[in-house]
Structures are given as structure tokens and as C-alpha cells.
T-cell receptor, first 111, second 114 residues
Framework: DAKTTQPPSMDCAEGRAANLPCNHS???????VYWYRQIHSQGPQYIIH???NNETNEMASLIITEDRKSSTLILPHATLRDTAVYYC????????????FGKGTRLHILP | DTGVSQDPRHKITKRGQNVTFRCDPI?????LYWYRQTLGQGPEFLTY????????KSRLLSDRFSAERPKGSFSTLEIQRTEQGDSAMYLC????????????FGPGTRLTVL
């Protein structure tokens, strides 16, 4: 079973920041938080991952709470092309090779 | 950079027929994964290879399913005696066996069993 809880859907206005929450209250010390997204009719796409510290790349920022029980993926300036299902995943990558996906959050970017 | 490719992209077959899908991973990636995704659900893990060795199989992978990666490069997934419940998107992913194991997914093969 997935170790994360996400809202089933969210809306965000185009040009605004999209903040996608994820709860992972049972995360263990060696487990990373990963985010993938899946645009309609495509395979999932890696976005970002982190352990404890906040991370930023060209796609998004990942904010992990100090107790690591939750995190937020931030798309700073959402565009229509960011409409997708976003999956938050907890993995111990040095042991768990497979990815266990939940149902994710369906993000709708509104023009 | 050619990414992960899958062939065919779509397959329609009649119940009881055998089908085979192919996945070509990113060339330097030694790990290859197969997932299945049904409508409204996230992808579900089926099996994975490190080089040519099949290291793990999900209990979802019934006896009618077989996967191979004979030379540690491309992989095939065969479904024998297809059933309507096999209708799904079959996704392939590849990665390096690195600490972070970022997986890169292909576009998938959509199977419809009539």
C-alpha cells in the first residue's frame, strides 16, 4: 500500500503558484520523498526528491516539514501544461527498487 | 537523448490471444521495470530486471505473464491467453542502480482485450 495521503484533486489559476500537499506520517528516517507527475496519456515523469532539506530544481520546489511527516510540492508559476496527476511517493531507495504509487492528486490549471 | 521507448503504443486483441510488448530502455541504464496502470489508478509494479536477471516479480504477475531481458538491453512482456481484465496501460521504466534510483518512464502500451 502507498504510504502517502494526497487530496484527490486541486485547482489552481494559471500563473499562480500551485501548492500540492502530501502526508506521510509513517515515514522512516532513511526514506526519501519523491514526486512524479503523469500528464494524460503519457508515462510518469520524475519531478524532484528530498530527504530532510528543502529542494529546488528547474521544475519545482519541495518543502519537507521538520518532523518529515508531510511535504508540499510547489510549482511556482503554473501553466496549462502542468495539468496532470501528481504522485507523492515515499521510498527507501537503497532497498525498495519498485515505486509504489497511490492515486495521486489531479491538478487542474484554470485559464 | 532518446529516452525510454515502447512498442506498440496501442494493441487491440481478442480474448484468448497472446500479445507481446517491447521496451527499449535508456542505453546506459541497467535496471528495467514493468508497471501496469488501469483507469483512475496509479501504476502498479509488475517486475524488474537488473541487467538480464529478473530480480523481483509482483504477485500481480500471474502465470500467463512472462517478461524477459535476454541481453540486458531491451525487454519483452508477453501475456498469454489474454483476458478482458488484462486491459490496461503497460508502462516500462529504466534507471541506473544508483543511490537515488530515479526511474524514467516510457509512453506506455495501451492494451484493449475485446
Amino acid at each position: 500500500d502507498a504510504k502517502t495521503t494526497q487530496p484527490p484533486s486541486m485547482d489552481c489559476a494559471e500563473g499562480r503558484a500551485a501548492n500540492l500537499p502530501c502526508n506521510h506520517s509513517t515515514i522512516s528516517g532513511n526514506e526519501y520523498v519523491y514526486w512524479y507527475r503523469q500528464i494524460h496519456s503519457q508515462g510518469p515523469q520524475y519531478i524532484i526528491h528530498g530527504l530532510k532539506n528543502n529542494e529546488t530544481n528547474e521544475m519545482a520546489s519541495l518543502i519537507i516539514t521538520e518532523d518529515r511527516k508531510s511535504s508540499t510540492l510547489i510549482l511556482p508559476h503554473a501553466t496549462l501544461r502542468d495539468t496532470a496527476v501528481y504522485y507523492c511517493i515515499v521510498r527507501f531507495t537503497q532497498r525498495d527498487d519498485k515505486i509504489i504509487f497511490g492515486k495521486g492528486t489531479r491538478l487542474h490549471i484554470l485559464p | 537523448d532518446t529516452g525510454v521507448s515502447q512498442d506498440p503504443r496501442h494493441k487491440i486483441t481478442k480474448r484468448g490471444q497472446n500479445v507481446t510488448f517491447r521496451c527499449d530502455p535508456i542505453s546506459e541504464h541497467n535496471r528495467l521495470y514493468w508497471y501496469r496502470q488501469t483507469l483512475g489508478q496509479g501504476p502498479e509494479f509488475l517486475t524488474y530486471f537488473q541487467n538480464e536477471a529478473q530480480l523481483e516479480k509482483s504477485r500481480l504477475l500471474s502465470d500467463r505473464f512472462s517478461a524477459e531481458r535476454p541481453k540486458g538491453s531491451f525487454s519483452t512482456l508477453e501475456i498469454q491467453r489474454t483476458e478482458q481484465g488484462d486491459s490496461a496501460m503497460y508502462l516500462c521504466a529504466s534507471s541506473l542502480s544508483s543511490a537515488y534510483n530515479e526511474q524514467f518512464f516510457g509512453p506506455g502500451t495501451r492494451l484493449t482485450v475485446l
